[in-house]
């Protein structure tokens, strides 16, 4: 095992299940890449950087497991059809989807964020997510149903000055996932959300927070960042047959950071 490869899913939880996870070259994509193929599902990994999501599918193939990498953008419509394509005519069937692609941004008061900053980020999270859900759907339609998990956030629930377009195209990920439970609940899709915050990457060490670690930590009363495998576990159940009445929900992977809203002040 190595540390990239923590999740803690009990082998056969996704069992043949073909999935396709977004923005899988670092973080909990990456951490949810060996996750799920290590509990029995074909991965199809994908992100920009072609490179990283193809050897890191080579690398789960040596051990075993069934991978395939794929450069994709998903705020580019093309981009998201050749992905869905390719997953079809390789594997025959799309059984899940975690659309967990995001972008980390710059924190800017809000009338000081450049109006192609606003686009781009609800370009990749609200859009790229509204696209893959859009060709993804027909095809588990085709198959007898599926399950999607949005990879949400904390900030969608409050207003993270530093940085609105974060707290703005999160919220959207919230009527994106109640429409589409809604919608598709009679296909047999479930779509469900993790409500994820303070996630500490792999490739980010505490020292890298340089001095913020310390207020952060303060309103999070589990006292501790959260590390990806913690986020990508949850996401493995909710796109698992275990979690079959689940659907349209929010499932906070916070450490109480959300329950424990305004306490920062006074201490854990
Ligand atoms: N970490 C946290 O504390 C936290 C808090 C709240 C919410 N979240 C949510 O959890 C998700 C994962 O978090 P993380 O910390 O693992 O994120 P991260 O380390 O910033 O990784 C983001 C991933 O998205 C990919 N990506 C970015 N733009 C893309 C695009 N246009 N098309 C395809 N892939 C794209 C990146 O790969 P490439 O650059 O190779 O494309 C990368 O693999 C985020 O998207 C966010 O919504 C995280």
Redesign the pocket.
């Known amino acids: 095992m190595n540390e990239k490869d923590r999740t803690i899913v009990p082998a056969g939880t996704l069992q043949d299940k073909v999935i396709i996870i977004?923005?899988?070259?670092?973080?909990?994509?990456?951490s949810a890449g060996y996750g799920f193929a290590k509990a029995g599902a074909t991965v199809v990994i994908?992100?920009?950087?072609g490179a990283?999501?193809e050897a890191v599918a080579a690398e789960i193939e040596e051990t075993g497991g069934r991978a395939l990498g794929v450069e994709?953008?998903?705020?580019n419509e093309e981009s998201v059809k050749k992905l869905i394509s390719i997953t079809v005519e390789k594997f025959g069937r799309i059984d899940g989807l975690f659309n967990?692609?995001?972008?980390?941004t710059e924190k800017v008061a809000l009338c000081d964020v450049a109006f192609e900053d606003w686009k781009y980020v609800h370009?990749?999270?609200i859009h790229?997510s509204f696209l893959t859900i859009k060709y993804a759907i027909p095809v588990m339609i085709a198959n007898g149903g599926g399950a999607i998990v949005n990879?949400?956030?904390?900030?969608a629930h409050r207003a993270f000055t530093p940085a609105p377009y974060a707290s703005s195209s999160?919220a959207a990920i919230i009527g994106l996932t109640k429409v589409a439970a809604a919608t598709y609940a009679k296909d047999n899709i479930r779509v469900n959300m993790?409500t994820?915050?303070?996630?500490?990457?792999i490739?980010r060490e505490e020292t890298a927070y340089e001095g913020m670690l310390e207020p952060i930590l303060k309103t999070i009363p589990q006292g501790r960042m959260?590390r990806?495998w913690e986020?990508a576990q949850v996401a493995a159940w909710l796109l698992s047959d275990y979690a079959s009445y689940v659907n349209g929900a929010e499932v906070a992977v916070d450490g109480a950071h959300l329950a424990g809203a305004g306490n920062a002040m006074i201490g854990r």
């Not at 977004?22 to 990456?30: D, I, K, Y």
């Not at 990879?151 to 900030?155: A, D, M, R």
């Open positions: 977004t923005g899988a070259s670092q973080g909990v994509g990456l994908c992100a920009r950087r990283i999501v994709c953008d998903v705020t967990n692609a995001g972008v980390d370009d990749v999270k790229g990879n949400g956030s904390t900030v999160q993790l994820t915050g303070g996630i500490l990457g490739e959260g990806p986020d």
